[in-house]
């Protein structure tokens, strides 16, 4: 294993209530948002952000697979929905639909070739492939280049909800991103989540007894996959545009860089990391190009001098499992 | 070809099994049988190719000539995870558990393979309580009952490879390749686990490779004995004590 999967918090013992808790503490913050006059399409970015990095984080916190190409899934979703939307006309949840199941299966091809290696060469893969990827949307006309797919038109959720009105489109986003969530939650606390962990943990041991973890492995990255499209697809309607920003490594970068502020393999980590990125680049805009120096220098602090992340940190400190 | 089980003597032959490393070989040619039912050791001294032996059979390793079989089947072309699924199911020298799983956890991945539903993503895991009956027995089986719910990792060394075997019979195997079972280990918990391992033999054939010599000599049925990768000699403890090649291996090149 990677030294980086060694920091992972051990499996929730009395965890499940304690994590009930945080999920209800988190849902009622996001619920009043809209309230607090803090800047929604913020929030909303971040809510995005943060699906994104706990699908990653399913893939390397559970899993112990580092994917370095995790942009391509967000790209490739955000694109797919984008053109469904602007150029077929489709309606949002068929937008989203097809921009999910292209991820999908951007997963098994992708996972498919990938999950045959391990530690930096599956990382270096992963990378590889998302390079590739980044100069077919560079090259491909429908993506239209360094433009991007701009002015999309949000349209009616099932026929009802207004997209274009913010506090809609908020409390949709919120939806989308809370389904993930859970999602995610359930299949790390699920039968096929016991065996990810113990590949984890041992993965000798796992083929010992007669787990085929390639199997496993492959499912993983592929549900990785799907739910960091979801996000990719959910955040075209926030941005109402696809660029090629979502699809390029520096993108592939931050995902990592969020998932180990938040602390990788904690349930919430991946959440906070990303609100607290998507914060920084918000805030300290006004530094300019500095703000990409700040985030080195945060990222160097963390790996430093708070390994697990902020939220692993604290479940270290009160041996809890969050 | 091979379910004529009952009258087979022998679960496990190699024939001519091979292993070369760029040009070293770690394993020569060797002829191995283990009768069913009993406990077969190998030994010999450092470097003789004992461990390697174990990777062929297992699978971890592929052998660069010879062939496997067990219980009559051919298994040369198999991957490890079938060979288990056969079956044939192996430990490792460094104790090899889940270390942040629970005990009962640990033995609930070896019971949820048989079972399947190992892909389900979308279900809760206390679909999984089911098994936790079967895993209590397991665990109370090789007296690990009070460790039930502490997480492997924070287990003293002995209790762990207990946990293993506790694991490994949880897959209700036929036969147990032990490597080292008695590794890094004290005197009482070695009483414990020769005890445990002379317990289990009754139901399955086991093969292990020991250092420990009252271990072997208290344990096994039969021995072989290897070194630079061949087989030196093979027979009972009391026929290997009287061999001269064998007190030579050991005292002249392991022991000096």
């Not at chain 1, 805030?283 to 692993?312: H, K, M, N």
């Not at chain 2, 024939?15 to 069913?36: C, I, Q, S």
Request: aromatic residues 10%; glycine residues 10%; neutral net charge.
């Amino acid at each position: 294993m990677t030294t980086i999967t060694e920091n992972a918090i051990p499996e929730p013992r009395r965890g499940t209530s304690d994590a009930m808790i945080a999920f209800v503490i988190m849902t009622a913050l996001l619920l009043i948002v809209p309230l607090t006059g803090v800047y929604p399409f913020f929030v909303m970015q971040a809510l995005c952000f943060a699906l994104l990095a706990c699908a990653f984080n399913l893939l390397i916190g559970y899993g112990g697979l580092l994917s370095f190409g995790h942009a391509m899934f967000l790209g490739t979703a955000g694109y797919f929905t984008a053109h469904a939307l602007k150029v077929w006309g489709f309606t949002p949840e068929l937008g989203i639909l097809i921009g999910t199941l292209g991820a999908a299966a951007l997963g098994v091809i992708t996972g498919l070739i990938a999950i045959r290696r391990q530690g930096i060469y599956f990382a270096m893969i992963t990378l590889a492939l998302s390079q590739l990827l980044y100069f077919v949307y560079l090259q491909t006309p429908f993506t239209h280049g360094e433009d991007g797919i701009q002015g999309i038109p949000q349209g009616f959720l099932f026929g009802i909800f207004n997209l274009s009105k913010p506090i809609t489109l908020y409390y949709v986003i919120l939806a989308g991103f809370l389904l993930g969530f859970l999602l995610i939650y359930r299949a790390i606390n699920s039968p096929f989540g016991e065996v990810l962990k113990a590949i984890r943990e041992n993965e000798p041991r796992a083929i010992s007894l007669g787990y085929k973890t390639d199997q496993y492995k492959l499912l993983a990255y592929i549900l990785s996959g799907t739910l960091a499209g979801f996000a990719g697809s959910l955040k075209v309607f926030v941005a109402q545009n696809a660029s090629l920003t979502d699809v390029h490594w520096t993108m592939s970068g931050e995902i990592v860089l969020m998932t180990l502020v938040g602390g990788l393999g904690t349930i919430f980590g991946p959440v906070v990391g990303a609100f607290v990125i998507i914060a920084m680049q918000q805030y300290l805009a006004g530094f300019g190009q500095w703000v990409t120096v700040i985030q080195g220098a945060i990222f160097v602090i963390c790996v430093l001098t708070f390994r697990r992340g902020v939220i692993g940190e604290i479940a270290h400190y009160f041996k809890r499992s969050l | 070809m091979g379910e004529i089980c009952l009258t087979d003597e022998f679960i496990l032959e190699t024939h001519g099994l091979t292993k070369e490393f760029a040009g070293f070989f770690a394993v020569r040619d060797v002829n191995l049988k283990v009768k069913r039912g009993t406990i077969h050791a190998l030994i010999g001294p450092n470097g003789a190719g004992k461990t390697t032996c174990f990777n062929l059979l297992t699978k971890f390793l592929k052998p660069s000539a010879g062939t496997i079989l067990y219980k009559g089947q051919d298994i040369t072309a198999l991957a490890p995870a079938d060979v288990a699924r056969l079956g044939l199911v192996r430990s490792f020298q460094i104790s090899a558990v889940f270390p942040h799983l629970t005990a009962l956890e640990n033995v609930r991945v070896a019971l949820q393979r048989q079972h399947g539903a190992s892909f389900d993503f979308w279900r809760s895991k206390s679909v999984l309580d089911q098994y936790n009956h079967r895993a209590e027995e397991l665990l109370e089986d090789v007296g690990l009952s009070e460790f039930t719910k502490t997480p492997a990792v924070e287990m003293p060394y002995g209790r762990k490879r207990a946990l293993e075997i506790a694991t490994t019979l949880a897959l209700d195997p036929e036969m147990m390749l032990l490597d080292e079972p008695m590794a890094g280990m004290g005197h009482e918990d070695i009483d414990k686990i020769a005890a445990l391992i002379k317990r289990i033999s009754a139901k399955y054939t086991i093969l292990m490779v020991e250092h420990n010599l009252s271990v072997v000599s208290n344990l096994s049925d039969i021995i072989t004995v290897l070194t630079r990768g061949k087989v030196l000699a093979e027979g009972s403890y009391a026929d290997l004590t009287k061999d001269e090649r064998v007190k030579e291996a050991y005292l002249g090149a392991g022991h000096g």
